[in-house]
C-alpha cells in the first residue's frame, strides 16, 4: 500500500527566504505524487504532480518539486517566499491497488515571517 | 469552467440530528469522491463514484454515513444521527478520467460541520 509522510506540521519561512515542504512515499511500485494547497476556508488546489515524465517538476505560483528515487522523496520548494504563500500545504499519492484514490499526508502548515 | 460547488459551507448541529451535504462537479467528471478532514489531518475518502457507481466506500462509516449520486451527476452525502466526532470539513472532488492514477482531483470549498 502507499503511504506519504509529511515532516514537519508547522514551517516559517522569513519573506524572500527559501521555502522547503518535506515529503516522504512509501511504495512498492513507481508512486504518482501531488502537491495541493489549502488557503483558510477553501478547499484544495493542485500545484503540481508527478506523473514519471520528469523528476523535476514545475508547478503553479513558482513552486517545483523534485521526485528522487534513491531518497523515496518528492519534497516541494520556492526560491523566495511570499507573504500570500501561507497556507496549508498537501502531499498525496494516488492508491494504485485499484480505485487511484488520493492518500494524503497529514501537511504542513506555512507561515511567511515579514 | 465553473468549479466544484458545495452547499451549505457551514452548518452547526447538535448530536444525534441528521445532516446532508450537497455537491456539484466539474461538468463532465465522470469521478466524483467525498472526503472527511478532521482538524490538523489530511482529507480522508470517504467515497467514490465512478458516474453513478459506487467503486470504494472502503471508510464510509455504513451505519450512520450514505451517499448517492444522482444520474451521475449531482451528489448528497447524509449523516444520520450524527456524533461529536463527525465534526469536519466534508470535501467534495471530481476528476474528469474513469480510472487514471494521474488525473487530477478539483475540489470544492468543503462544508463545515460542528456537532455539539
Known amino acids: 500500500a502507499q503511504s506519504v509522510t509529511q515532516l514537519g506540521s508547522h514551517v516559517s519561512v522569513s519573506e524572500g527566504a527559501l521555502v522547503l515542504l518535506r515529503c516522504n512515499y512509501s511504495s512498492s511500485v513507481p508512486p504518482y505524487l501531488f502537491w495541493y494547497v489549502q488557503y483558510p476556508n477553501q478547499g484544495l488546489q493542485l500545484l503540481l504532480k508527478?506523473?514519471?515524465?520528469?523528476?523535476l517538476v514545475k508547478g503553479i505560483n513558482g513552486f517545483e518539486a523534485e521526485f528522487k528515487k534513491s531518497e523515496t522523496s518528492f519534497h516541494l520548494t520556492k526560491p523566495s517566499a511570499h507573504m500570500s504563500d501561507a497556507a496549508e500545504y498537501f502531499c498525496a499519492v494516488s492508491d494504485l491497488s485499484g480505485t487511484y484514490k488520493y492518500i494524503f499526508g497529514t501537511g504542513t502548515r506555512l507561515k511567511v515571517l515579514a | 469552467e465553473a468549479g466544484v460547488a458545495q452547499s451549505p459551507r457551514y452548518k452547526i448541529i447538535e448530536k444525534r440530528q441528521s445532516v446532508a451535504f450537497w455537491c456539484n462537479p466539474i461538468s463532465g467528471h465522470a469521478t466524483l469522491y467525498w472526503y472527511q478532514q478532521i482538524l490538523g489531518q489530511g482529507p480522508k475518502l470517504l467515497i467514490q463514484f465512478q458516474n453513478n457507481g459506487v467503486v470504494d466506500d472502503s471508510q464510509l462509516p455504513k451505519d450512520r454515513f450514505s451517499a448517492e449520486r444522482l444520474k451521475g451527476v449531482d451528489s448528497t452525502l447524509k449523516i444520520q444521527p450524527a456524533k461529536l466526532e463527525d465534526s469536519a470539513v466534508y470535501l467534495c472532488?471530481?476528476?474528469?478520467?474513469?480510472?487514471?492514477?494521474?488525473?487530477?482531483?478539483?475540489f470544492g470549498p468543503g462544508t463545515r460541520l460542528t456537532v455539539l
Open positions: 472532488a471530481s476528476s474528469l478520467a474513469l480510472a487514471v492514477p494521474t488525473d487530477t482531483q478539483y
Open positions: 508527478y506523473t514519471s515524465a520528469a523528476t
